[in-house]
């Protein structure tokens, strides 16, 4: 009987079945929470803020999206990619040593010299339903350097490209993504332009699932959409495992 008693506590437990606070959990994430700049030491300002990022273990990797970065630079101007991070009256400058890419899943793995506090990824798969926040710079070169949280859930797994009615619409993208469609996770709320490369993380224990994305999906599932939608989409942390375990 008291072993019955006891199953049932650990299985109705409220701690296990209640999500961490948010603002419990906010003060944690957003030590680990970057932005992705361009450089340009004769501009005024000199930092121009593009989108979001997080860093992972050992602390000194940073995740964002490729379409992020994937702009050629002026390098007569000394144009250069940089992170960004502390706080927003006075961010420190972190120079990219080594960066690794997947255009295909619109990521990008970024290396910097200091160590910052990292987030744990989730090493099992995310169910639809779970309850989500990610943190990041939405509109970041209007907001600056101020990161906002949003929370939602998993509303559905769904193919990254649909077929279309008309096929003069394609673009060659689109068509890549048809001949080999993936999956990635549609969220029931709003990501903004500066919120790509946010993390996605489970509100139960803080830890990422997915990778906030809003080029790559939109531009073949919702191109006819000139405002937000109040959907938005995020890339399953699995293909950044696969980034980071390539040479």
């Given at each position: ?26 003060p ?56 960004l991070?502390?706080k ?13 890419t ?31 926040a ?40 689109m ?8 999956f990635v996770?549609?969220l029931?709320?709003?990501?903004y ?22 080029v ?32």
């Open positions: 009987m008291l072993k019955f008693i006891a199953i049932l506590f650990i299985l109705f437990s409220p701690q296990l079945l209640a999500n961490v606070p948010l603002t419990t959990l906010i944690k994430i957003k030590p680990s929470v970057v932005a992705i700049a361009i450089h340009n030491p004769s501009a005024a300002p000199r930092l121009k803020l593009i989108g979001s990022g997080f860093v992972i273990e050992p602390g000194n990797k940073v995740v964002t999206n490729y379409h992020v970065i994937q702009k050629l630079l002026d390098e007569s101007k000394l144009e250069s990619y940089v992170v991070s502390g927003a009256d006075n961010p420190i400058v972190h120079q990219i040593k080594h960066m690794k997947s255009p295909v899943h619109d990521l990008a793995l970024l290396e910097i010299e200091q160590k910052l506090p990292a987030l744990s990824l989730a090493q099992d798969d995310t169910p639809e339903g779970t309850a989500i990610y943190t990041g710079f939405p509109i970041t070169g209007v907001l600056g350097m101020f990161p906002a949280t949003h929370t939602g859930i998993i509303s559905a797994l769904t193919p990254i490209a649909i077929p279309v009615d008309n096929v003069a619409t394609l673009s060659p993208r068509l890549q993504q048809l001949r080999q469609p993936f996770y549609q029931d709320s709003t990501a332009p500066g919120n790509s490369g946010s993390a996605v993380y489970r509100l139960s224990d803080g830890k990422v699932v997915a990778v906030i994305n809003m790559l999906v939109k531009s073949s599932r919702e191109a006819v959409l000139s405002d937000p939608s109040g959907i938005s989409y995020a890339i399953p942390i699995h293909f950044l495992q696969q980034l980071m375990a390539q040479p």
